[in-house]
T-cell receptor, first 117, second 114 residues
Framework: AQTVTQSQPEMSVQEAETVTLSCTYD???????LFWYKQPPSRQMILVIR??????QNATENRFSVNFQKAAKSFSLKISDSQLGDAAMYFC??????????????FGQGTRLTINP | DAGVIQSPRHEVTEMGQEVTLRCKPI?????LFWYRQTMMRGLELLIY????????DSGMPEDRFSAKMPNASFSTLKIQPSEPRDSAVYFC????????????FGDGTRLSIL
């Protein structure tokens, strides 16, 4: 079974600075998808960014980008120019591309990000 | 466009009572998921449906939990009888078929069993 590990329970960063959240995963599959979700205090789970494993190019969405290292099974999230609204729990998630169980998301334990003004 | 709608947002009840959580997926989405979030176990998938049919219920903790999807626009998750250890936030999510399509989550139901 696949597992996702976020080794940083909490992180903090000064407003306008850059922060990187770590995520590693374990899988024997070669094709899969990776996601970062944000959960602010309002509790809603919001998709931040996604990456297809077969793509070598790292995904970017405005201030958010990933560093996808397939061989190392690492999928870190970089937030540039941090803003107060970025404060939230961030979850890394894995989804298989195999037919069976392809719709299941496996989540990491989350990293709580605090933005200091 | 309306997102995934869950009700109630909060539920407080005494142990032994039946609890029903409701979910309306995004129109046109053919997958529906129920998750549970706790501090100890994080986010866990309980069950998911495709075209109203349960596909994988291996995450349902025990027989006290049941889920139904009578039509494409409505699903319920029931706990009977409820126990204090069922206290958690329960999320419903939906997606449109396609592996890269993300799951869209509702706001969750915070359930407290006293």
């Amino acid at each position: 079974a696949q597992t996702v590990t976020q080794s940083q329970p909490e992180m903090s960063v000064q407003e306008a600075e850059t922060v990187t959240l770590s995520c590693t995963y374990d899988t024997s599959e070669s094709d899969y998808y990776l996601f970062w979700y944000k959960q602010p205090p309002s509790r809603q789970m919001i998709l931040v960014i996604r990456q297809e494993a077969y793509k070598q190019q790292n995904a970017t969405e405005n201030r958010f980008s990933v560093n996808f290292q397939k061989a190392a099974k690492s999928f870190s999230l970089k937030i540039s120019d941090s803003q107060l609204g970025d404060a939230a729990m961030y979850f890394c998630a894995y989804r298989s591309a195999a037919d069976q169980g392809a719709q299941k998301l496996v989540f990491g334990q989350g990293t709580r990000l605090t933005i200091n003004p | 466009d309306a997102g995934v709608i869950q009700s109630p947002r909060h539920e407080v009840t005494e142990m032994g009572q039946e609890v029903t959580l409701r979910c309306k997926p995004i129109s046109g989405h053919d997958y529906l998921f129920w998750y549970r979030q706790t501090m100890m176990r994080g986010l866990e998938l309980l069950i998911y449906f495709n075209n109203n049919v349960p596909i994988d219920d291996s995450g349902m903790p025990e027989d006290r939990f049941s889920a139904k999807m009578p039509n494409a626009s409505f699903s319920t998750l029931k706990i009977q009888p409820s126990e204090p250890r069922d206290s958690a936030v329960y999320f419903c999510a939906s997606s449109f078929g396609g592996l890269i399509q993300p799951q869209h989550f509702g706001d969750g139901t915070r359930l407290s069993i006293l």
